[in-house]
């Protein structure tokens, strides 16, 4: 089954349950979807790939605005935001700790032979296609400076 449908069933059974805050982050879940099924350019399909950087996107949204809040005192609102948040993190793949994603950096910089920061463009080719859903992005760029440069 892939994220579509599982998004799916999981609206059927929210709704079911009268989880209201749930329902909704599931809803908007399923718009994203359907925009990127339907999108100029697109076959009509949704892939599994697309639909994880479809949810990442969305987590880091929620998350900015969450900061956004919090900065100027909205409690409320912010807490709304980080729940969300959460709710679409379980359609993410299990994030790398720390000490898994520097591993995991330097197998693929020993792969393409980089031995400094001129060669980060290299790495992070790689890394981004790899690690795709399993990290952020600024965490990768961050890790791949600190290997490179030391």
């Not at 076959?43 to 100027?72: C, F, H, N, P």
């Not at 709304?80 to 948040?85: D, F, I, P, V």
């Not at 060669?119 to 296609?129: H, N």
């Amino acid at each position: 089954m892939d994220l579509f449908e599982t998004v799916n069933g999981d609206i059927k059974k929210a709704m079911l349950a009268r989880d209201h805050a749930r329902l909704e982050t599931l809803r908007g879940i399923k718009k994203e979807f359907l925009e990127a099924k339907t999108a100029k350019g697109s076959d009509g399909t949704l892939s599994d790939d697309t639909a994880l950087k479809i949810l990442a996107k969305m987590v880091k949204q929620r998350k900015e605005t969450a900061e956004i809040y919090l900065s100027q005192s909205r409690q409320d609102l912010a807490d709304t935001e980080l729940n969300e948040a959460a709710i679409i993190e379980e359609y993410l793949p299990k994030q790398l700790s720390e000490e898994e994603l520097t591993a995991a950096l330097k197998e693929i910089i020993a792969q393409t032979g980089a031995t400094s920061a001129k060669d980060m463009g290299k790495v992070m080719g790689v890394a981004s296609k790899q690690l795709s859903g399993k990290a952020e992005g600024r965490a990768i760029s961050a890790k791949v400076k600190e290997l490179l440069n030391n």
